[in-house]
């Protein structure tokens, strides 16, 4: 016991479970360089932690009811088209046109003398010899102390380029745990920030600093204890942040020599800007910051001028580039009712999907869908029908998420039904497939979530968009966007079709049928409510056709509100076009 408790003494903390912070060993010193400035030690970095809350996390139990398709035939050869597997070995990365456009002509060796070599032994046991364009960019102006505004597309390594720079300021100024936190690095949703801080422990292994993550969805308590003891870079999200830089006397961040942001854009966009313009009044006004985002608007710009006190340097990867997404990425579009672009068959939008999933089971599939309730639904009927999924939405418990997350990143084939909480930034490996059973809200949105394949050097991936025929004019905009697509065909003849089958099933299945009619409810609202007006027109839309994809043989009453009276009733009789 008592080595043991020694053992516990020379760490700062130990990882217990995925959401919880980490941090490395402490112990050791390496030759250090320069110095900025005095430090403020953490004085009561002893003080005790709060209990433990328990956490409680609840799941419906899957209905055992089993669909059968009609002929094994059918379910294997149902969909015409099907393009083979690429697959790479772990180990080697094929050279393609695709990686001399990702990466530069430096090698990580040219910095040599300019970063420690904790740092290049770390980015060697990564595996990576040469630099993406961002990363050749952006981190000499880095190292030399500049704020850097960069623009990248997800995909081209930004994250080692401001992880880099960041750990060696930290090195080169002694940090230790009684200094407190001197670098923070904000991240707009939880996977992304455990992604993040994924890499930063590679990047790590050889280093002594203190590192950890707070999160919403973790323990509240036991962060704070951590962040009382020191922890040196930070990883965390907006929300969380600014809890503890308000409530968690214990956190010393004072000494801040850092503030990095990534995806600025997408934290914008998922309504954290308050608490990032309060975050920002808080920290430390003396201080080196980085700014990355896939997009620059006007609301960027903004955050820009708040977050920057002098004048940044600007540095983007993508100004001259003609295509908007990878070039490695074979994109396919589906209109749901075939060439003849009739709305009469509708109702085999479902049919379709899993017909697809059935015959690429044997592939890592991502599908996106607009709303936390058709993801919730489709993957209960689907795991019911045995068509095995995960899921991944904003209503989950945060362990379930980052259970899911880190199941998916580290299986090979599977199906992950998702919204657009996965779509920004994450680095899920070897994904074949984006399927878009709804549409996205605009062309930087698709972008984003065909972004999750054809990652890295030398991989290829597939997307599929699902349009109706009243939808295609979508496809203009993604042409201004310099998107293009090509249609992918379907063989009518050899859907699966489980039509009847689905209906029986959700009328007598109560769960299931409060599921489908919360989804298909969730569904009209958020087609109501999508902003491109003229190419998601509720006008068009057959409501009853638009319920037999939810499983239903007429549509369930449901309320959905279009105006400040009030919402309006449609269902059993009282169908009205819209």
């Known amino acids: ?92 990365l094929p050279s393609s046109a695709v990686s001399l456009r990702i990466l530069s002509d430096q090698k990580f060796s040219t910095l ?114 951590k962040l009382s003891q020191g922890i040196n870079i930070l990883v965390a999200t907006p929300g969380r942040l600014l809890d503890h830089l308000q409530n968690t006397p214990d956190f010393l961040y004072k000494n801040l020599q850092c503030l990095v942001i990534d995806e600025a854009d997408r934290i914008l966009e998922s309504g954290f800007e308050d608490e990032v313009k309060q975050i920002i009044k808080l920290l430390p006004k003396n201080r080196q910051t980085m700014l990355f985002s896939a997009t620059q608007t006007k609301t960027t710009e903004a955050l820009t001028t708040l977050a920057v006190k002098q004048e940044p340097m600007y540095v983007g990867v993508d100004d001259h580039k003609e295509q908007a997404t990878v070039e490695s990425l074979e994109q396919g579009n589906l209109p749901t009712l075939a060439n003849d672009c009739s709305w009469q068959k509708s109702e085999k939008r479902m049919m379709v999907l899993y017909t697809f999933l059935k015959k690429n089971r044997k592939k890592k599939v991502m599908v996106f869908f607009s709303t936390c309730m058709s993801v919730k639904y489709h993957h209960e009927l689907f795991n019911c029908i045995h068509l095995p999924v995960m899921s991944i939405h904003g209503k989950q418990q945060q362990t379930s998420r980052s259970a899911t997350f880190h199941e998916f990143c580290n299986a090979e084939s599977g199906v992950l039904l998702c919204t657009d909480v996965a779509a920004r930034g994450l680095d899920i490996p070897a994904v074949d497939w984006i399927i878009q059973y709804d549409p996205p809200g605009d062309p930087k949105e698709y972008i984003h979530r065909v972004g999750r394949t054809a990652r890295g050097v030398g991989t290829s991936g597939h997307a599929l968009l699902f349009l109706r025929p009243e939808e295609l004019v979508f496809l203009k905009y993604l042409e201004q966007s310099k998107v293009t697509l090509s249609e992918y065909k379907f063989a009518w003849n050899k859907l699966v079709d489980i039509q009847l089958q689905l209906e029986k099933l959700i009328s007598k299945n109560f769960s299931l049928n409060r599921y489908a009619k919360e989804a298909f409810q969730s569904y009209l609202r958020a087609y109501h409510s999508h902003h491109l007006k003229y190419c998601f027109d509720m006008d068009t839309l057959d409501i009853a056709k638009v319920s037999k994809s939810f499983g239903f043989a007429e549509p369930p009453a449901v309320e959905w509100k279009v105006t400040n009276k009030g919402p309006k009733r449609i269902g059993r009789g009282r169908v009205r076009k819209f």
Do not use: W
């Open 1 to 92: 016991m008592k080595s043991q408790k020694k053992e516990m003494e020379t760490r700062m903390f130990t990882q217990k479970t995925r959401t919880e912070s980490v941090v490395q060993d402490i112990s050791g010193n390496y030759p250090l360089e320069t110095k900025k400035r005095p430090f403020e030690d953490n004085k009561n970095s002893e003080k005790g932690s709060r209990k433990k809350k328990k956490n409680v996390n609840t799941k419906l139990e899957p209905v055992e009811v089993k669909i059968e398709a009609n002929d094994k035939s059918e379910k294997e050869n149902a969909v015409d088209g099907d393009r083979k597997n690429n697959t790479n070995s772990d180990n080697q």
């Open 112 to 225: 040599e003398g300019k970063v420690c070599e904790p740092t290049l032994m770390g980015v060697k046991y990564m595996g990576f010899t040469t630099m993406t364009e961002i990363q050749a960019k952006a981190i000499p102006p880095l190292l030399e102390g500049h704020d850097l505004v960069g623009a990248a597309q997800t995909g081209s390594g930004k994250t080692l380029a401001f992880l880099i720079p960041a750990i060696e300021l930290i090195y080169k100024l002694k940090f230790k745990p009684k200094n407190g936190t001197g670098v923070i690095i904000l991240s707009p949703t939880r996977e992304l920030s455990m992604q993040t801080f994924s890499v930063l422990t590679e990047l790590m292994k050889y280093h002594r600093h203190t590192y950890g993550l707070v999160m919403g969805g973790a323990n509240r308590s036991i962060e704070a204890q």
